[in-house]
């Protein structure tokens, strides 16, 4: 990942300003890159959850936050949707920043296509059965 030249500033204005969470676009780049990904912005609802993480890993938190959930964890293969979801039950204040102010290598065969997608899920919806939309997993 890169970050653009704007990506610290404007996201510490922007948690400055109460929120406990920074995100923004991300434009990809590499083989398999796909351009501009546009990420909806808040609010989160348990919608949004269901249909996957409303943002990157990439994302400004702040470390009270993160230590009062736990930090990440590492029975999850998804580590980084159980994060946001646990920032979403948490009552998390959240911003949007709609523009790619960073970048993301996208290979041909991205590192998280390495993950047992049903493995993941199991241990997701295992931990957050409510997350389960109707998906049938192994």
């Not at 994302?59 to 998804?78: E, N, V």
């Not at 993301?104 to 295992?126: H, N, T």
């Amino acid at each position: 990942d890169r970050l653009r030249p704007m990506f610290l500033e404007l996201t510490v204005a922007k948690a400055r300003e109460g929120f406990d969470v920074v995100y923004t676009n991300v434009q990809t780049f590499g083989p398999g890159a796909t351009g501009c990904t546009q990420l909806a912005p808040p609010p989160w609802t348990i919608d949004r959850f269901r249909a996957g993480p409303p943002c990157w890993i990439t994302t400004l938190f702040r470390r009270p936050l993160w230590a009062r959930i736990g930090g990440f964890d590492s029975g999850q293969l998804y580590y980084d949707w159980a994060f946001w979801y646990e920032c979403f039950k948490a009552g998390a204040r959240v911003a949007f920043i709609a523009e790619a102010l960073w970048e993301y290598r996208e290979p041909a065969a991205m590192g998280s296509a390495g993950i047992d997608r049903a493995e993941a899920l199991r241990r997701l919806y295992g931990k957050y059965p409510e997350l389960r939309n109707g998906e049938a997993v192994a």
